[in-house]
């Protein structure tokens, strides 16, 4: 089943370089180097309602976010 990133566009979280659009299953996307990239919506100061909120000052902060958690899957864990 897919997540909720799902609704969104992929170069929201990636970029695209041309040679991922022309061949998508040898050549992948960036991730985001940065776990900010993530807080930007998933903060708990700055999460919308509906959308997973933590604490980006306590939890993981030894990891980028997509380490423990696949967005492309519900549940993302």
């Known amino acids: ?3 909720y990133h799902a609704l969104i566009e992929c170069t929201v979280c990636h970029t695209t370089p041309e ?3 022309i061949a ?3 050549v992948s996307p960036t991730k985001p180097e940065k776990r900010e990239f993530c807080g930007k919506c998933h903060d708990k100061d ?4 509906g959308i997973p909120a933590v604490d980006m000052a306590t939890h993981g902060e030894k ?15």
Do not use: D, E, F, N
């Not at 700055?46 to 309602?49: D, L, Q, S, W």
């Not at 990891?63 to 864990?77: A, R």
């Open 1 to 3: 089943m897919a997540s």
């Open 19 to 21: 040679k991922h659009k």
């Open 46 to 49: 700055k999460a919308k309602k």
């Open 24 to 26: 998508p299953r040898t």
């Open 63 to 77: 990891y980028v976010c997509w380490q423990c958690h696949y967005p492309h899957m519900l549940g993302g864990i």
